[in-house]
């Protein structure tokens, strides 16, 4: 009986230590950032709110996802007047996601938007997913 | 003393794979969506993004709940102009929850609201009590 | 063989249960309030959603910090149309944090500032340090 038991326990073990390294693995924080705002002002302190996040938190230990949706998706167009400072963000390795219900609406296709931009489906449903994922939220 | 051992370890995995249990018990993501400026574009706004979070994840896999507080309680009185709109929330399954801190203080009774709407103590209380509970946090 | 089992075991479940107790060890709900806009009336609606917070889930159980940054360091300023509810705050418990890199943006010195405020390195870097933490997120 003895064996059959040191089994049991040896399978719990390893099956809780498994579940606790889950949770864990990943010690990056992860941070996504929302623009749904009208106002370029709010673009810039999005931009430049991640620059700060960056330094302060070390570039290195986070991993940032700006998600424009709404309003906000004009700051990721290729003539927005924060074209220059979207594509350092980029560069920066910041994920740049447009949503593409707003770009059905507002007309938009690919063509209009700076070329560093990637897709999402919903904007909104994005930042449900990632924070459900464990992103922390920032809405500048 | 093998069989006291047996019942302590017996119990212990009972308790762990409760715990871990209560965990993941419930797998619908549940988000809960803000109102608390006075322009009625940020109302339609969260509408927008509440049907665009029900297409996107599946609106049998979500469960969403509107808090509206301060000035964003005045969406959801029955003269609003998105009135229409947030009765078709509550047929698409949304909790529209308006704040009695801010009736009271703008001398609003629920004869005034929306008759689909349901009532919270405190709008930002409830923000922060849904978001302890693992609500996800959505504002527009 | 029994009492090397025994003590491995013994062993593991005080671990386990040491860290169950970590994640419920602070039963108190924690919640990060950022201001980051120019409007005054958000000012004051920040602190509004402060008092009715601890009103709603009794000071004693909630711990409040209220992170100040972009245009919404000049709510913390000695100056600010705000600084005696300010101050009232800091009475009722409240933490009030100024963004110091915000704050050489705008050639702010601790003397201009309130003197019950205290300073973080980044705004949105301790919004995103706090909810990493467990605190939730309240933006009004």
């Given at each position: ?14 099956f ?45 230990h986070?991993?940032?996802?700006l ?14 007047s ?59």
């Amino acid at each position: 009986m003895c064996k059959i038991f040191a089994f049991v326990l040896i399978s719990f073990m390893m099956f809780a230590t498994v579940q606790a390294a889950e949770t864990t693995r990943d010690s990056k924080i992860k941070v996504v950032v929302q623009v749904s705002d009208e106002d370029p002002r709010k673009w810039n302190q999005a931009l430049g709110n991640i620059k700060n996040i960056q330094r302060d938190l070390d570039a290195s230990h986070v991993e940032i996802e700006l998600v424009a949706f709404g309003p906000g998706v004009a700051m990721l167009k290729a003539d927005a007047s924060t074209a220059a400072r979207v594509s350092e963000a980029k560069a920066d390795g910041v994920i740049l996601n447009a949503c593409q219900n707003t770009m059905a609406a507002m007309k938009l296709t690919p063509d209009d938007m700076n070329p560093v931009v990637t897709y999402v489906p919903s904007g909104a449903g994005e930042i449900v997913k990632k924070q459900h994922a464990g992103y922390t939220y920032l809405r500048p």
